[in-house]
């Protein structure tokens, strides 16, 4: 009975392969492979990054995570033909990597993909991930939320961030969409940092290493690399000015719920970055917390009642890296960036935002 059985099963998966073949079904194929930087480094730590694969005949896609631990991929069920693979990454400071007319065979084949410099120039002090990563490496800490004589969590320290989050996208109207449609891929390579201008409306986002000061009515939060470099967070219960001149920051407001820290930001500017197409009417809150001695928490919520059909969020954390330091940040001089970049440049991006007519 058992030999009759295994005997049945092995003719019904040949016949299963010959019907295949008969039909026409074609071969597949899987590649497997590393993301490197330019200098042969694996990419690791982009949540969300993903591999795509798009067939040139038929323009079918096919796509896999790549590992935020590794820079590993595996994609497997590719229809044998020739391909156009692509690796999108978050921030500027790497360009997609790409590679084009690849043959798939059958089988399994090993294909390695290589992110070109974006706004990074290849040292350790333009990429804020390399940078973060060897602070945080040097870095041991542990114990519990060191507190100020009112009882309030303490965030007083230097902190690296922890990648950028994964926000969803930003809930644009249509008359913000069709701008950010237009422009998002030049924005992705050039934000106005590359321009010394300041890169993210709350500087958490920058993800450049940052230095909180906290006093009882009063946090200065300073940020290395990026422009102008600082804010004032008042806890002093005032409000926000009624008469104020549009900022790049903005003007933060702080009060304390429970352990959480609540930063109430008004006052941006059309040409903020961080926040996709926006108009001045954008607010944000920020509520920090800190678990324990060595980590923070930094939840965002942004709204605008002109541009944004709803709220965005995204979550960040920081880890503490103890004995390091704020270093002296001049952008303007000598400032290569714009030089090697192609396409849209910020002010593209900023003119025809300022200028949108429609706002439903």
């Given at each position: 009975?058992?030999?009759?059985?295994?005997?049945a099963?092995?003719?019904?998966?040949?016949?299963?392969?010959?019907?295949a073949?008969?039909?026409?079904?074609?071969?597949?194929?899987?590649?497997?492979?590393?993301?490197?930087?330019?200098?042969?480094?694996?990419?690791?730590?982009?949540?969300?990054?993903?591999?795509?694969?798009?067939?040139?005949?038929?323009?079918?896609?096919?796509?896999?995570?790549?590992?935020?631990?590794?820079?590993?991929?595996?994609?497997a069920?590719?229809?044998?033909?020739?391909?156009?693979?692509?690796?999108?990454?978050?921030?500027?400071?790497?360009l997609?990597?790409?590679?084009?007319?690849?043959?798939?065979?059958?089988?399994?084949?090993?294909?390695?993909?290589?992110?070109?410099?974006?706004?990074?120039?290849?040292?350790?002090?333009?990429?804020?991930?390399?940078?973060?990563?060897?602070?945080?490496?040097?870095?041991?800490?542990?114990?519990?939320?060191?507190?100020m004589?009112?009882?309030?969590?303490?965030?007083?320290?230097?902190?690296?961030?922890?990648?950028?989050?994964?926000?969803?996208?930003?809930?644009?109207?249509?008359?913000?969409?069709?701008?950010?449609?237009?422009?998002?891929?030049?924005?992705?390579?050039?934000?106005?940092?590359?321009?010394?201008?300041?890169?993210?409306?709350?500087?958490?986002?920058?993800?450049?290493?940052?230095?909180?000061?906290?006093?009882?009515?009063?946090?200065?939060?300073?940020?290395?690399?990026?422009?102008?470099?600082?804010?004032?967070?008042?806890?002093?219960?005032?409000?926000?000015?009624?008469?104020?001149?549009?900022?790049?920051?903005g003007?933060?407001?702080?009060?304390?719920?429970?352990?959480?820290?609540?930063?109430?930001?008004?006052?941006?500017?059309e040409?903020?970055?961080?926040?996709?197409?926006?108009?001045?009417?954008?607010?944000?809150?920020?509520?920090?917390?800190?678990?324990?001695?060595?980590?923070?928490?930094?939840?965002?919520?942004?709204?605008?009642?002109?541009?944004?059909?709803?709220?965005?969020?995204?979550?960040?954390?920081?880890?503490?890296?103890?004995?390091?330091?704020?270093?002296?940040?001049?952008?303007?001089?000598?400032?290569?960036?714009?030089?090697?970049?192609?396409?849209?440049?910020?002010?593209?991006?900023?003119?025809?935002?300022?200028?949108?007519?429609?706002?439903?």
């Amino acid at each position: 009975m058992k030999l009759n059985l295994l005997r049945a099963c092995l003719i019904a998966f040949v016949s299963a392969g010959l019907a295949a073949v008969l039909l026409g079904q074609p071969p597949l194929g899987t590649i497997t492979g590393i993301l490197y930087d330019p200098n042969e480094a694996a990419l690791t730590g982009f949540t969300g990054a993903t591999l795509t694969a798009r067939n040139a005949e038929s323009g079918r896609e096919f796509t896999a995570p790549v590992s935020t631990a590794t820079g590993e991929y595996t994609l497997a069920g590719l229809p044998v033909g020739v391909y156009d693979l692509t690796i999108p990454l978050p921030g500027a400071m790497y360009l997609p990597a790409t590679l084009s007319k690849i043959a798939i065979k059958a089988g399994t084949q090993k294909i390695d993909m290589h992110a070109p410099w974006g706004m990074n120039l290849g040292t350790i002090g333009d990429d804020p991930d390399m940078l973060g990563k060897d602070m945080r490496r040097k870095a041991n800490v542990s114990g519990p939320t060191p507190r100020m004589p009112d009882g309030k969590p303490d965030l007083s320290g230097m902190w690296s961030t922890i990648g950028l989050g994964r926000p969803g996208p930003y809930p644009l109207k249509p008359w913000a969409a069709e701008i950010w449609n237009r422009v998002a891929p030049g924005i992705e390579r050039q934000n106005p940092g590359s321009y010394c201008l300041p890169q993210a409306a709350t500087p958490f986002m920058a993800g450049f290493p940052h230095k909180l000061i906290q006093a009882k009515d009063e946090i200065i939060h300073l940020t290395e690399f990026t422009t102008p470099g600082y804010r004032q967070i008042f806890l002093d219960g005032r409000k926000h000015p009624e008469d104020w001149n549009p900022a790049w920051m903005g003007h933060s407001v702080g009060h304390w719920e429970g352990d959480t820290l609540v930063i109430d930001t008004v006052g941006f500017n059309e040409l903020t970055a961080g926040f996709g197409v926006h108009s001045e009417k954008l607010h944000v809150v920020e509520r920090i917390t800190r678990p324990d001695k060595a980590n923070l928490t930094i939840e965002i919520i942004a709204d605008d009642a002109d541009a944004y059909t709803g709220e965005w969020r995204n979550t960040i954390r920081a880890a503490l890296v103890p004995g390091e330091e704020i270093l002296e940040f001049i952008c303007a001089e000598n400032n290569k960036d714009p030089l090697h970049f192609g396409g849209l440049g910020w002010n593209d991006y900023a003119r025809p935002k300022a200028k949108a007519a429609e706002k439903p």
